[in-house]
């Protein structure tokens, strides 16, 4: 995201620009139109009013500046304008691990809310729900002892294959970083991580219709 210096009523202070445009969903570095504070209840808000350079549609943000910053840094309490639509994923998925489907949106509202390090958090807490839900599909009987297993365990021991079981061990690993204080993999980003996370889901997708089709198949 970019930072940028806003300035009202002589006040000043840098905010986070939301990235992602609530309207088309692309990512953008947005126009800034116009800012004003606003008071309610002794609290002093910030809204920016920017345009996305893509649609020419206008959203505002929502700032709480002087709470919450991180390095100085305002980051947008909400994004106001549009809809966030959610991420369709195979109906398998949801069938398997509706929790994963459930938490992966959630980290994508607070991805295009502007909240990157919440949003991280979120979709590595979704891929868990997925490789646990797969193994609880696949040993309903052992559902307890998989609910209490670490990740990397369910990892060894329910890949399908060593391409799989390397993919899934490090999109765990990426995840981690967005959930503990030191960053052991400094050029992956959010959107690296999605694209593992993702990868990891359409590989159980193709596992799982393959299985379906071969037991079709063998019942002819």
């Known amino acids: 995201m970019t930072k940028e210096l806003v300035i009202v009523n002589k006040a000043a ?10 309207y088309c969903e692309k990512g953008i570095d947005p126009k800034r139109i116009s800012e004003l504070l606003y008071s309610y209840q002794g609290s002093t808000y910030a809204y920016v009013v920017y345009q996305c350079p893509c649609c020419d549609e206008v959203f505002f943000a929502k700032y709480f500046p002087g709470y919450g910053e991180y390095d100085g840094v305002a980051y ?6 549009g809809q966030i639509p959610s991420i369709k994923f195979d109906d398998c998925l949801n069938e398997i691990s509706p929790e994963f489907v459930k938490i992966y949106n959630e980290a994508y509202i607070a991805e295009s809310l502007g909240c990157p ?3 991280g958090i979120g979709y590595r807490m979704a891929f868990e729900y997925l490789i646990k839900d797969y193994g609880i599909a696949k040993c309903p009987e052992s559902a307890e002892k998989i609910k209490k297993m670490k990740l990397q365990e369910c990892i060894l021991e329910f890949s399908p294959d060593e ?12 995840g981690n970083d967005f959930a503990h204080y030191e960053t052991r993999f400094e050029d992956f980003d959010l959107q690296k991580l999605k694209e593992l996370i993702n990868l990891s889901a359409d590989s159980l997708v193709r596992e799982i219709k393959k299985k ?3 037991e079709k198949f063998q019942n002819k």
């Open 117 to 119: 390090s919440i949003a």
């Open 76 to 81: 947008p309490l909400v994004v106001l304008g």
């Open 212 to 214: 379906k089709y071969i």
């Open 13 to 22: 202070f840098r905010v986070e620009k939301p990235n992602i445009c609530p």
């Open 163 to 174: 391409d799989t079981k390397t993919l899934w061990r490090g999109t765990t690993w990426i």
